[in-house]
């Protein structure tokens, strides 16, 4: 291969060789012409070096200095000669002054000069033009770009194939792999991690390699190395390029999540409201039957313990269904709020009543403020609020510990809190644990519960305009709270 090399370099030395010969000839065939013609009639002498620069000019301008010194120097050479042999030496039009061939040779120089650098100007021109297209060409393809698949794969084919290199390879940080498209002499894995890592942007001219990161803004969130004839600014776009449509990617993936899930959702609380509805039916019979077999009398204890279990059970069979048909309710918004002034008082020790059996062998403690305080609110849904948060301390608290329940009467808003110790709900949950049939993973096993409860109580907080939220503590215990704002609903009320 290295021959091959060597005998393609020398046959283009050659053929450069011979192009150089040709041209230098060229101009030396037209000097000696213009020179004949100019002795042969003597009207043309005062102005042969005019016709000399005619020649040189050209030859500087469209093949190089060199050319262009050397037909300069034939130029003086062959007029000195021709001059030589004629009758008579005109000192003044002479060319083989050594001022006419400084003059000659400057104007080559100068020209070739002016030449190569508008030439230049001109390739880096076209050179930005093809570069303009090809990034066009580039932003065109990715936001065609089929966003169901990884885009690293499609990017690295299409900044090779668009942009002509010999190689690219393109690092995902976030899924940490790496794609590479063209010929690598040696594995890049190494070499484009480490531009991420060590955060090394930079271009080295004579391996033609481009190193960029990756970045959002300032985060950065993978890496690009090429290998070909793209500058700076070209490969500072395709890295943005690359971040851009690695955004879009990820933003893409969490838009269907989040759409399948919101699918999934809508599916399972149809579901279930359906069940609920279908549910109440054969509830209410069952308890009926219930109360009527214990209404019978003449039953053995077994029999009315049978009963019992029946109607306690179907009581929280209807329970559960009531609250499954009130999330729904709550979710499409048709509950309205019927907001009227409620005693704090009378509705907390309302809720306590009706959780008498389930508070039997817990201590409660009530802190209500020092007056008869009132809040305009819906006192169905407060009153299920203040349940679901009680009843949920009562299935988590140790056994025979107090459950703390308080109310501070603030100018804005009226904080409801309950307080119990039982498992640490812990941080990365204290979010979640509002959201529908969500349970912690330190409390799912620990008591029976379907995850609704709270869900239903962040529902009716927010309906007040309000909001809720949770802190628990090893040594401090759990504590639930509920804001809901009193300036507001007076408005609502009026």
């Known amino acids: 291969m290295r021959s091959s090399l060597l005998a393609r370099s020398a046959r283009g030395s050659g053929l450069r060789f011979l192009l150089f010969t040709l041209e230098c000839f060229l101009g030396i065939v037209f000097v000696i012409l213009v020179a004949s013609l100019a002795h042969w009639t003597s009207s043309l002498l005062p102005v042969v070096v005019l016709l000399y620069l005619l020649i040189v000019v050209p030859t500087a301008l469209l093949c190089g200095f060199w050319q262009a010194a050397i037909v300069s120097l034939s130029a003086v050479v062959v007029h000195s000669y021709l001059s030589a042999r004629g009758p008579r030496l005109n000192t003044v039009v002479d060319p083989a002054n050594s001022v006419t061939l400084v003059a000659f040779l400057l104007t080559a120089l100068l020209v070739s000069r002016l030449s190569a650098r508008v030439t230049d100007h001109a390739r880096e021109a076209e050179s930005r033009g093809g570069q303009m297209r090809d990034l066009y060409e580039f932003t065109r393809r990715t936001l065609q770009m089929n966003l169901h698949e990884e885009p690293g794969p499609q990017l690295a084919r299409l900044v090779h194939e668009i942009f002509d290199l010999e190689a690219v390879a393109v690092f995902d940080a976030d899924l940490h792999q790496i794609y590479q498209a063209g010929q690598w002499i040696a594995d890049p894995h190494e070499l484009v991690q480490n531009v991420y890592y060590f955060e090394t942007s930079d271009d080295d001219t004579e391996s ?91 039953l053995s204890l077994a029999q009315s313990e049978l009963v019992a279990l029946i109607s306690e059970q179907a009581r929280a069979l209807n329970d559960l269904t009531t609250r499954l048909l009130t999330t729904s309710r709550l979710d499409a918004g048709e509950i309205t709020v019927d907001a009227a002034p409620v005693g704090v008082g009378p509705l907390v020790n309302e809720v306590l009543a009706s959780l008498r059996d389930r508070l039997a062998n817990m201590n ?54 309950v307080h119990s110790h039982g498992p640490v709900i812990p941080r990365a949950d204290r979010e979640r644990i509002f959201d529908r049939y969500f349970r912690s993973a330190g409390s799912s096993h620990g008591a029976p519960g379907t995850g609704i409860g709270l869900a239903v109580a962040k529902r009716a907080a927010q309906i007040h305009g309000g909001h809720v939220w949770v ?24």
């Open 208 to 298: 033609g390699m481009g190193r960029r990161v990756l970045r959002l803004g300032t985060v950065p969130i993978g890496s690009l190395v090429v290998r070909g004839d793209t500058g700076p600014l070209t490969n500072d776009a395709i890295a943005s390029l690359i971040a851009i449509t690695f955004d879009r990617y990820r933003a893409f993936a969490n838009e269907s999540h989040i759409e399948a899930e919101r699918r999934a959702e809508q599916l399972r609380a149809t579901v279930l409201d359906s069940l609920a509805h279908a549910y109440k039916t054969p509830l209410t019979a069952i308890r009926a039957a219930s109360t009527g077999l214990g209404e019978m009398g003449r």
């Open 364 to 417: 409660v403690s009530v802190e209500l403020p020092e007056d008869d305080a009132m809040l305009i609110c819906d006192r169905q849904l407060m009153a299920m609020l203040l349940t679901q948060y009680i009843d949920n301390a009562c299935k988590y608290s140790t056994f025979g510990s107090t459950i703390s329940i308080g109310i501070t009467n603030d100018v804005t808003e009226m904080i409801f809190s």
């Open 471 to 494: 802190t628990s503590e090893q040594t401090a215990g759990t504590t639930f709270f509920a804001s809901i704002p009193t300036e507001k609903m007076q408005r609502y009320s009026a």
